[in-house]
């Protein structure tokens, strides 16, 4: 037989939402499964008066929202709010309990990913392309799973690095999973460039042909018919709008 777990508090009507994982939370026990698995990126943020409030009024547990008000405002004190909850849920294990807080307490929220982002950044801007794409790619595979914020930005600039070395696919498919996480009207617009551009083969010569972006206009009005039917503007099949 499982282990049966019972639940703390009430289902809150209105939920709360995480920003740092763009999450909506409707029990405590979300909470916690949501600071479990964020605990090596969690910041001061999640020290939010309104969550506080949130969890007094809403999830009708003003005993926790008050022992929690104590550490509002305070310096270091972000593996304490946490191990509170925690603790008072009893979600976890003790061990699980424990590891968590040192997790939080021994961590620097997300500086040292926002650093590899920015040396990348050096890479790009010195026009070290490969370098950058290289440092871009090994941070996304370190990235913890939760993370959407940073991790939308690595993909664009990515697909900003491939289009750069017309590597048209690999862009395509950076911005594609960008737009999954954001669905970003402008992340969407620059996936069309790369779709529209990818090469291909002429009829008459065994050489690529050579690519230039799509407008800006022809974009909009991809975007346009996208968003009214669900579906791209069909081309005319004798000359792409890529060729010159």
């Not at 650093?115 to 090994?138: F, I, M, T």
Request: aromatic residues 10%; positive net charge; proline residues 5%.
């Amino acid at each position: 037989m499982k282990r049966v777990m019972i639940a703390t508090g009430k289902v809150a009507q209105t939920p709360y939402r995480i920003a740092k994982i763009e999450r909506n939370i409707y029990t405590i026990e979300e909470l916690c499964y949501s600071l479990v698995q964020s605990a090596k990126f969690l910041d001061a943020d999640i020290m939010d008066p309104e969550l506080v409030r949130w969890i007094g009024q809403d999830l009708a547990l003003p005993d926790l929202a008050q022992r929690l008000s104590t550490y509002l405002g305070k310096k270091r004190a972000l593996s304490d709010f946490v191990a509170c909850i925690l603790n008072y849920t009893g979600y976890v294990t003790q061990d699980r309990q424990i590891q968590t807080r040192q997790i939080v307490a021994s961590g620097q929220g997300m500086e040292p990913y926002e650093r590899r982002y920015a040396r990348a950044l050096v890479y790009a801007n010195g026009g070290q392309n490969y370098q950058a794409l290289q440092e871009l790619d090994a941070l996304l595979a370190d990235l913890p799973s939760p993370e959407r914020d940073l991790r939308t930005k690595v993909l664009v600039r990515m697909g900003d690095l491939y289009a750069d070395l017309f590597r048209y696919h690999q862009a395509a498919d950076s911005y594609r999973k960008a737009y999954a996480i954001t669905k970003n009207a402008e992340i969407y617009l620059k996936h069309l460039t790369p779709r529209a551009c990818r090469p291909r083969w002429s009829s008459k010569s065994a050489s690529l042909r050579r690519m230039r972006p799509m407008t800006g206009r022809r974009r909009r009005e991809e975007w346009n018919s996208f968003r009214t039917t669900g579906s791209l503007l069909r081309r005319p099949a004798t000359r792409s709008p890529c060729t010159r």
